[in-house]
T-cell receptor, first 114, second 112 residues
Framework: QKEVEQDPGPLSVPEGAIVSLNCTYS??????FMWYRQYSRKGPELLMY????GNKEDGRFTAQVDKSSKYISLFIRDSQPSDSATYLC??????????????FGQGTILTVHP | DSGVTQTPKHLITATGQRVTLRCSPR?????VYWYQQSLDQGLQFLIH???????AKGNILERFSAQQFPDLHSELNLSSLELGDSALYFC???????????FGPGTRLTVL
């Protein structure tokens, strides 16, 4: 079983829809949670970075972390065709031999159609 | 533009060969990470350097090695290349461990 599970989709939504992307994880040592957006053949772009549990909002994006359920989410409001990309969740643990190593989900392919 | 640069963008080589991938971190960042992205394995952590010192290793093959130089740029050396080494190789940098990691544009390696 992978440490981080992410539904690969693909997910197709109409422009303006609210998108919900999710990841579950098994390693309780994960404390830092990130969402990256990756356009085809490009480098991952950091969207959200959160520590421990709670919510964080940045423009149209909201990240939620529920450590008790080992579940994280990214919500995209008023989705645009330019949001079409692969979304990757990533996590890292503190202490031990982690030293900031990121563990990624498989990525969810999102298409927003006009 | 993340501020992380990687060269070359594309690399095509033959099995058994050796290649070097180069990464320049964002100005002020001391940590450099290398990741491999393939279709079947996704993004996998390879190795992390902090201010010239190796800090952590992932499932990096013995044929692969890396170093970080005094000017903080890093190189990933891949030797005795196999077809299965074909992948996208990304470098990321951060101020220090446990801070946000910013990724470069990647090097696409094709082994024929």
């Amino acid at each position: 079983q992978k440490e981080v599970e992410q539904d690969p989709g693909p997910l197709s939504v109409p422009e303006g829809a609210i998108v919900s992307l999710n990841c579950t994880y098994s390693n309780s040592a994960f404390q830092y949670f990130m969402w990256y957006r990756q356009y085809s053949r490009k480098g991952p772009e950091l969207l959200m970075y959160t520590y421990s549990s709670g919510n964080k909002e940045d423009g149209r994006f909201t990240a939620q972390v529920d450590k008790s359920s080992k579940y994280i989410s990214l919500f995209i409001r008023d989705s645009q065709p330019s949001d079409s990309a692969t979304y990757l969740c990533a996590m890292s643990a503190t202490g031990g031999t982690s030293y900031g190593k990121l563990t990624f989900g498989q990525g969810t392919i999102l298409t927003v159609h006009p | 533009d993340s501020g992380v640069t990687q060269t070359p963008k594309h690399l095509i080589t033959a099995t058994g060969q050796r290649v070097t991938l180069r990464c320049s971190p964002r100005s002020g960042d001391l940590s450099v990470y290398w990741y491999q992205q393939s279709l079947d394995q996704g993004l996998q952590f390879l190795i992390h350097y902090y201010n010239g010192e190796e800090r952590a290793k992932g499932n990096i093959l013995e044929r692969f090695s890396a170093q970080q130089f005094p000017d903080l740029h890093s190189e990933l050396n891949l030797s005795s290349l196999e077809l299965g080494d074909s992948a996208l190789y990304f470098c990321a940098s951060s101020v220090a461990e446990f801070y946000e990691q910013f990724f470069g544009p990647g090097t696409r390696l094709t082994v024929l």
